[in-house]
């Protein structure tokens, strides 16, 4: 299954952040275009970094990009609560480098957020098959349906499993008791504690985290 998340896009023409299901308003051309000067060379893979995303509340909701974070505080949707050392520069100012952000409007988080993709499996799952317990690149990961398609098996978040392809080979159009395999975890849709848990994971390098997700 390759599923592909569709853009998310609510009757305002407000588009979601990327893995949190949280609303805010779409970056107009002009605060994407100020931060174009941002990223020459090596500074790109800086943008790419992880931040923390807190709810007006501080309750940690998502993480972004930095090149989206500040985005958001460009536009004013967003202050920044944690910063790096390091900056980046445009023509005519420098920006310090976020680790956390935090809305300054409060937003409703459905408690369901996550969109059944690839992504998201992947990341449920910790790139670990879920048939022998092994980690591997994405690259080398599919996405197994438990109870076959041929059988009924939906493709849902309770039927669908990162797996490897000597697994999934393995496994075939079986389920996995018919092919002498175990699970290593029934799967279950993202919750609020799954989320967390993958919050930690992603930012268990950056100590500015730490207090806002209650380690």
Known sequence: MNARRPEAIDPRGRHSLEAGGLLVPNPSGNASSRLLPLLPGRRASMMQEPVLVLNATYEPINVTAVRR??????????????????????????????????????????QQSRALSRKNILLRDRNTCQFCGRVFPSSELTLDHVLPRSRGGRSSWENLV???????????DRTPEEA????????????LHTSR?????????????????FY
């Open 69 to 110: 974070a500040m985005v958001l505080l460009l536009k004013g949707v967003a202050q920044a609560e944690e910063v790096h050392s390091a900056e980046v520069h445009s023509a005519a100012h420098a920006h310090k480098v976020p680790s956390v952000i935090r809305l300054l409007a409060y937003r409703h988080i459905p």
């Open 162 to 172: 990162a797996c490897c392809y000597r697994c999934n080979n393995t496994k075939g």
């Open 180 to 191: 002498g395999l175990k699970l290593a975890r029934r799967p279950r849709p993202f919750t």
């Open 197 to 213: 848990q993958l919050m930690r994971l992603i930012g268990h390098r950056d100590e500015r985290w730490r207090k806002y997700l």
